[in-house]
């Protein structure tokens, strides 16, 4: 298996269990419970981003710049609702 293959694989996996832990802290009963979650959520995320930024350094994830005029439709779009 490439190297990108494992990465975007490693992606996947940190991205669905940041929406887990997510969840966790919205439900959270208890102070506690809530700051275990919380906690686990932020360090999650920096694992996201720091698996992102190599990627994106590799080149392995690409975005697409979208110019102004789509970003003004879109909010057009929703504003009205």
Request: charged share 30%.
């Amino acid at each position: 298996m490439e190297d990108k293959d494992l990465m975007e694989k490693e992606l996947l996996i940190i991205k669905g269990v940041c929406d887990l832990y997510l969840h966790g802290t919205i439900e959270s009963t208890t102070a506690e419970v809530h700051t275990a979650f919380k906690d686990a959520l932020n360090e999650s995320l920096d694992i996201q981003n720091k698996i992102y930024n190599l990627m994106a350094e590799k080149g392995w994830y690409k975005t697409k710049n979208v110019d102004q005029a789509q970003i003004d439709t879109v909010k057009q779009k929703f504003a009205s609702k």
